[in-house]
Each structure stands twice: as C-alpha cells, then as structure tokens.
C-alpha cells in the first residue's frame, strides 16, 4: 500500500524580515487538508507555536529544522511506491546562484548561516527513499524586492537534475500575493481548491491546468500583479502520475499506462515500475495488464543487470576461460539454464517489493531484452473499459478494409457508451478512455503499414492548418487530402476505397460519419462531421 508523509513548514513572524499575513494559516490548512482529506499517514507540521513532533521543537528555527532533518532522514524510511510531500510558505531568496529558505530568524544579511539552501532540502529528502518526491514552494514574496537574487531559478534546474516535481505559486520574475479577503496566500488559496472536491485534480497534469487558470483569475479579482504557478515535472511521463486517488478518472488511469509504455521505450525502467506500480494499485482488482508489465520491467532490469556483470565462462580448461573485463563482481556461470535461474532470482526479489510473484512462463523464456520490441512481443490488446479488439484486429490482419471500419465504429461507440445512440456527442468523445483511442489507432497504423490511423488523420489535418476550430475550408482541405472527396466533390460513404492502397489517412472512416449524425447514408461533407472530427483530433491531441 502507498504511504503518503509530508513535512509542511508557514512562517508568519521573522526576525529579521518584514512579518507575512497568512503563511502560517496556509501550512495549518495543508496540514488538515492532507491528514482529514487526503489520508496521509504521517505530516510534520513546522510554524509559529507549532506543537512538538518527535520530542523536538517544531518552532521554524533553522537550528530545529536542520536538526530534524538529520535525525528523521537519518535512515530510508519509504518505498519506491511512496510519496513524500514538502510544502513551504514563508520568504525565499536567491544567494551567490543558490536558493534559500528563510526561517525564523532567517538573516538577509547572513544568508549562507542563517538561512537554508534548498540543496540541502533536496539532499536529504532523496535518502527518504519514496519515489516521488513533490516540492511545494510559495516563497516569492514582494516584500523581497528590497534584498537578494529572486528564488527559483536554481531549484527549478535541482528538479531537472534529480527528476523531482516541482510546484511553484509564481514564475521567476513574478511575485506571490496573499489576499486580506480570502485570508491566506492566493496560490495556497487555489492549490486546495485543486487538490479537493472542487478542482478534483488527480495528476500533476490537471493541477497545472487548474493552477495556470485559477491564480491569474483570483489576483485580477483582487486588483493584484500578474501571478502565474507553474509545474516543473522532471521526466515528463510523471505529469500523468496520480497524486490523488479518489479523484482518478479511468482517463487518467489510462494516460498512466500510456506513460508506463513510453517509460519502458525510452529503456527508463525505474520509471516504467513506477508507474505500473501505480496503475495496479488504482485498480479495484488486481490489473494483470500492470502485473505481466511489471514483469516485464523486472526480467528487463534484471537482465540488465547481469548484463553489467563479470562473467566467467567455462571452457575445456581454466587456463582457458574468458573473462569479460568490466569493473563490476564477476558472476560464475556454468551454463546458460545457471544464468536464467540467476536472473529469475533477481525478477523475483525486484517484484517482491510490489507484493508480486506470480510468473507469466511467457515471459521466463523470453529472452530478449529490447524494449523497442514491446509492442510486438505483447498480445494484450489494452482496454480501460475491458472491451475486446481481438475482432478488430482479426479484419484487419485479413485486410478486410471496409468490415473493420465498421467494428471500429462499434468499438467507439461501446467505448462511449452509445450504442443505443448508435452516435457520438462532444461530451462522449472527450470522455473516451486515451488506453481504447491508442489501441485503435496501434491497429490500424500496424496492419495498414502507418498509412491509416487515427493518429495519422490527426497529423494530416495539423498539416493543413487546423488550429482546434471548426472551419469548413481546412475540413475540405483535409479531405481532399485523405481522398474523402475528388474534384470538389463529397463521396458517400459507399464510394471510398476499400483497399490497402487507398490515400494516406483514408481510414477509419465510417466513426468520422456517424460521430454527430445518425446513419443515413450522408455525405461525409456535412457540417456535423467537421465538428466532431475537430472535437476528436483535439481528443487525440490531449492522448500524445
């Protein structure tokens, strides 16, 4: 089970700074919110007269904190599977390229003794061993104008470097305002918004885009300077990582996976478990798409590993044996049956961590390791709703060009939940899982040599100008390209080709006709039908 603990600090008064309203405020409602809402297990709680954690002042004196620090992040005390939030409002300053927090008795004039360099912050986080490590700064004060470098700059190239997520209330040229009338801090102020019933926002993706809208709109009510969040998310894959469970829509759970097969293309296997690690535990029942990857991911690192390894191979005599020249423990290995047995041990200590041991025997005598193949090697066709596409690939391996057109059409409408509609409204299409629309569009591109797909249409009909609005010239453009109509005129839907060597983007087809209008054998010219394309080529775009 995922652990989720936090360390929270709000600092109103300073010793030696000009005293914020509603820091403290902001960190006491983080806390309650993450402990009450959320459920985390564990939220250390540093601001003025804060109560004792572990025996020690909580009190945000540099002295304390340094002190807690190295104490509670003496030894790992997370799993890869867990989060580990860090949540601070108070003054941040820029020092000689460094970032610093300031404390209570943070000096603007000592910095580097009295202050605490977010570095250090990040060095001991990592040794908490979570895998998610999520930043949350409010520390851009305009009371700061007067003294120091602005704070940011270096620890957005911190989250870069050690793949941490970074949230921040304000771009680097930008200050955070606290507002009077909602009594906190305006970018705290949206953030639970976000995180609870009202914004509901499960991934980092999602909180962005609340973020980016919500903090302009509430300082332009209140008559305050632009103010614009903004996420560093270091690798991007983990903009799709789920903060909050409760909120997760099967949209998300499947760009989760969509991401979890990127990891593994791009040979990022630490990230790859991750995130399949999260797509099982979002599961109500155990997901055997998430387990046989996890699998996969383990047999992949493990082979890597051993990849990495001396290895003595036996020969008629020792005088004879080679040895690979590679500064790692040298692995004696008598016969390749000793080697998988080794391998097969270390598939299985990595998938213990996840509560996994089941073994796909597929998997155990698959012997290659390059992920680029991963598409290939898996039959699984992935579905969020469990529909089957076995029927869809079937037509399509066989060429029937016009018959899996059609099952195309019944797939999307099942996916939509509208078969008895036999149609597609706007809200359906932005509701379609990305896992289903991909799976489709992997069908289509692999049967048709990439010349039909729905991602092929979708560059097509970027290429001809479309910028998100429905204008009927760039449809008519677009269709003359993909060969839905000749000379100016439409075609029906019984004129296209039904053949491999129809116009690029030619299929699917028959989706396009029905996705705003009832069959009726129309022209695929209508105006309905641009307006649905357009809805799910915007629908792909949010896919990628």
């Known amino acids: 089970m995922t652990k989720n603990w936090a360390l929270v600090i709000g600092i109103n008064h300073y010793e030696f700074l000009e005293p914020l309203k509603y820091a403290k405020q902001d960190a006491q409602l983080m806390q309650n919110f993450l402990c009450n809402e959320i459920g985390f297990e564990q939220v250390f709680l540093f601001c003025d007269r804060s109560p004792k954690e572990l025996e020690a002042s909580t009190h945000p004196y540099r002295n304390n904190l340094l002190q807690f620090l190295q104490d509670f992040f003496e030894q790992p005390c997370l799993e890869p599977g867990?989060?580990?939030?860090?949540?601070?409002?108070?003054?941040?300053?820029?020092?000689?390229?460094?970032?610093?927090?300031?404390?209570?008795?943070?000096?603007?004039?000592?910095?580097?003794?009295?202050?605490?360099?977010?570095?250090?912050?990040?060095?001991?986080l990592r040794s908490?061993?979570?895998?998610?490590?999520?930043?949350?700064?409010d520390a851009c004060r305009d009371q700061n104008k007067t003294f120091g470098e602005k704070f940011g700059r270096q620890t957005q190239q911190l989250a870069h470097q050690n793949g941490f997520i970074n949230i921040f209330a304000c771009s680097c040229d930008e200050y955070s305002y606290e507002i009077d009338a909602l009594?906190?801090?305006?970018?705290?102020?949206?953030?639970?918004?976000?995180?609870?019933?009202?914004?509901?926002?499960?991934?980092?993706?999602?909180?962005?885009?609340?973020?980016?809208?919500?903090?302009?709109?509430?300082?332009?009510?209140?008559?305050?300077?632009?103010?614009?969040?903004?996420?560093?998310?270091?690798?991007?894959?983990?903009?799709?990582?789920?903060?909050?469970?409760?909120?997760?829509?099967?949209?998300?759970?499947?760009?989760?996976?969509?991401?979890?097969?990127?990891?593994?293309?791009?040979?990022?296997?630490?990230?790859?478990?991750?995130?399949?690690?999260?797509?099982?535990?979002?599961?109500?029942?155990?997901?055997?798409?998430?387990?046989?990857?996890?699998?996969?991911?383990?047999?992949?690192?493990?082979?890597?590993?051993?990849?990495?390894?001396?290895?003595?191979?036996?020969?008629?005599?020792?005088?004879?044996?080679?040895?690979l020249n590679l500064p790692l423990p040298t692995l004696e290995v008598t016969n390749t049956n000793n080697y998988q047995k080794q391998v097969n041990k270390t598939i299985e200590k990595l998938l213990k961590r996840n509560n996994i041991s089941v073994f796909n025997p597929d998997l155990k005598n698959n012997k290659s390791n390059n992920i680029h193949n991963i598409k290939e090697q898996d039959t699984n066709l992935y579905?969020?709703?469990?529909?089957?596409?076995?029927?869809?690939?079937?037509?399509?391996?066989?060429?029937?060009?016009?018959?899996?057109?059609?099952?195309?059409?019944?797939?999307?409408?099942?996916?939509?939940g509208r078969e008895k509609e036999g149609w597609l409204n706007i809200q359906s299409i932005n509701q379609l899982p990305c896992i289903d629309?991909?799976?489709?569009?992997?069908?289509?591109?692999?049967?048709?040599?990439?010349?039909?797909?729905?991602?092929?249409?979708?560059?097509?009909?970027?290429?001809v100008g479309a910028q998100g609005d429905n204008d009927y010239e760039i449809w008519c453009k677009f269709c003359d390209h993909v060969g839905w109509r000749v000379n100016n005129n439409w075609l029906f839907y019984s004129d296209l080709t039904f053949t491999s060597d129809a116009p690029k983007g030619h299929f699917p087809a028959a989706g396009v006709i029905h996705l705003l209008t009832?069959?009726?054998?129309?022209?695929?010219?209508?105006?309905?039908?641009?307006?649905?394309?357009?809805a799910l080529a915007s629908k792909m775009e949010t896919c990628d």
């Open 183 to 323: 009594q906190q801090g305006v970018f705290t102020y949206a953030l639970l918004e976000g995180l609870g019933n009202q914004g509901q926002c499960a991934t980092l993706e999602r909180l962005n885009q609340y973020l980016r809208f919500r903090v302009p709109q509430l300082v332009h009510q209140y008559k305050h300077p632009r103010q614009t969040p903004h996420i560093v998310v270091e690798p991007k894959a983990k903009s799709h990582l789920i903060l909050l469970p409760k909120h997760a829509t099967l949209d998300d759970i499947s760009q989760l996976k969509i991401s979890a097969f990127q990891a593994e293309a791009d040979k990022n296997l630490e990230l790859a478990e991750q995130l399949w690690m999260q797509a099982n535990i979002m599961a109500s029942t155990p997901d055997i798409d998430a387990i046989t990857a996890m699998q996969r991911v383990a047999r992949l690192q493990a082979e890597f590993l051993y990849s990495q390894t001396n290895i003595v191979l036996p020969t008629s005599s020792p005088e004879e044996n080679i040895r």
């Open 437 to 463: 629309l991909c799976t489709i569009d992997q069908l289509w591109l692999k049967y048709s040599n990439e010349r039909f797909g729905l991602s092929v249409q979708k560059g097509i009909w970027e290429s």
């Open 82 to 124: 867990d989060n580990f939030w860090f949540f601070f409002s108070g003054h941040g300053i820029g020092h000689a390229n460094q970032d610093y927090i300031m404390l209570c008795d943070g000096n603007p004039q000592d910095v580097e003794n009295t202050a605490l360099p977010v570095n250090y912050i990040i060095e001991k």
């Open 383 to 416: 579905s969020a709703l469990e529909i089957n596409y076995q029927p869809l690939e079937d037509l399509l391996a066989a060429g029937k060009w016009k018959q899996a057109d059609r099952e195309t059409l019944t797939l999307l409408l099942k996916a939509a």
């Open 518 to 534: 009832q069959w009726r054998g129309w022209a695929i010219g209508s105006f309905s039908c641009v307006v649905g394309f357009s």
């Open 128 to 137: 908490c061993g979570a895998g998610n490590i999520i930043l949350i700064f």
